[in-house]
């Protein structure tokens, strides 16, 4: 076999996706649910890196990024290195906007050359329905980031390679590595491959430091989330940047449904600042500064009646010795073990275009192992139907 792809988020999945379409032999082990860790808890955000711009500079984290929505939109138009036609974004164009004192700062900083063809701001004709509101006084700009609903991007994925995805939890005793290939015992099943790749996630941590692997080091970054569930019916796809106090949006906001058919709710996931400023918050007061926020950013809407739950989620990623974001995604090869980390949901087409370079060509294309008595993974929740 060519390749055993340990964990089932974006970065297994995709990588799954893409190694089989090229002709190699593959499994992918996932430990619990595909999707359960960071990728469906995300907020499905496709962004060229403007979030990282906000305090004028262009970041190395911005270069790196910029391109990927024009990646990710091909695939959905079928003219991509993965056929997603079939995934309709839950919004095509995210948006940006302020009210307040920040307005003429920032129509002056997204009309300067170094914002130019990246953002345009929007006549109140062209506005989303949620701020077509008569006591919305602000100002909104149009950028060209999408948003993905994350469960169908599983599903997708999931489905396209189905046959090779089995739910195993592997331990470093299942693994013997050797200089050009790695056994693994799985059950009662015996299986030689070239290469391992880690996509594990946080998983990751662990299995390195059990196999000796010294190079690649990981690091946990918090966020607490908010998940505000209410009744009013227009969805937001939005950076608040009103009262502005950092390189962070305020607020980042996603709108996502509710998939009960009894339920009228809409979910509104909140991120930006107060996610970074979360970490720091039990849940009651996370959802206190949470509406405190919605009353200051949005409103015009009335959130008294609204419910919010708190959602921390580690973000697992290489080392970096300040603790700081990395820029890029993370391949790195050790023998035969392949450690990989995408970072961003939105880099994934990067992560693949970094693995791919450190593979061999397939040996064994086409060839498939049926791992008897071994259930497959199945497809995890959504935090806000749990």
């Keep these: 076999m060519d390749l055993v792809i340990v964990g089932g988020g974006i970065a297994g999945l995709w990588l799954a996706n893409l190694f089989v379409q090229r002709g190699y032999s593959l499994l992918l082990l996932e430990a619990h649910t595909l999707g359960g860790g960071q990728t469906l808890a995300s907020q499905g955000m496709i962004h060229g890196g403007l979030k990282y711009s906000l305090d004028g500079n262009l970041s190395p984290a911005t270069a790196a990024i910029a391109h990927m929505p024009a990646r990710w939109r091909a695939c959905l138009a079928g003219s991509g290195e993965l056929d997603l036609r079939a995934l309709t974004p839950l919004c095509q164009r995210y948006f ?147 009262g502005l106090r950092g390189s962070q949006p305020r607020l980042t906001i996603t709108t996502h449904a509710r998939s009960d058919p009894r339920s009228n709710q809409q979910v509104w996931y909140l991120g930006g600042q107060l996610a970074e400023d979360g970490v720091s918050l039990n849940e009651q007061a996370l959802a206190e500064q949470a509406r405190e926020e919605l009353r200051a950013c949005v409103g015009w809407l009335n959130w008294d009646d609204a419910k919010v739950r708190g959602l921390r989620i580690d973000r697992a990623e290489p080392l970096r010795d300040d603790g700081g974001r990395p820029d890029d995604p993370f391949v790195e090869a050790h023998g035969p073990v392949l450690t990989c980390w995408p970072v961003k949901l939105s880099l994934a087409p990067a992560l693949g275009d970094a693995a791919a370079a450190l593979l061999a060509a397939p040996v064994q294309p086409s060839a498939r192992i049926s791992l008897d008595g071994m259930a497959a993974a199945p497809v995890g929740q959504v935090p806000w139907e749990h």
């Design 96 to 242: 940006v906007f302020a009210q307040g004192s920040l307005q003429d700062r920032l129509t002056a900083f997204f009309a300067s050359k170094l914002m130019r063809g990246r953002i345009d701001k929007l006549t109140a004709a062209d506005y989303p329905a949620v701020f077509q509101r008569t006591d919305f006084t602000g100002t909104v700009y149009g950028v060209d980031d999408l948003v993905i609903d994350t469960a169908a991007l599983v599903r997708l994925l999931r489905g396209n390679v189905a046959g090779h995805i089995y739910r195993h939890a592997l331990q470093a005793d299942d693994v013997a590595l050797q200089d050009d290939h790695v056994t693994l015992t799985l059950g009662e099943h015996r299986i030689t491959a070239r290469q391992l790749v880690l996509c594990a996630g946080a998983g990751n941590g662990p299995l390195l430091g059990a196999l000796a692997i010294p190079s690649a080091r990981m690091q946990l970054r918090g966020l607490h989330q908010a998940m505000v569930f209410h009744q009013h019916t227009d969805p937001m796809y939005a950076h608040c940047l009103t």
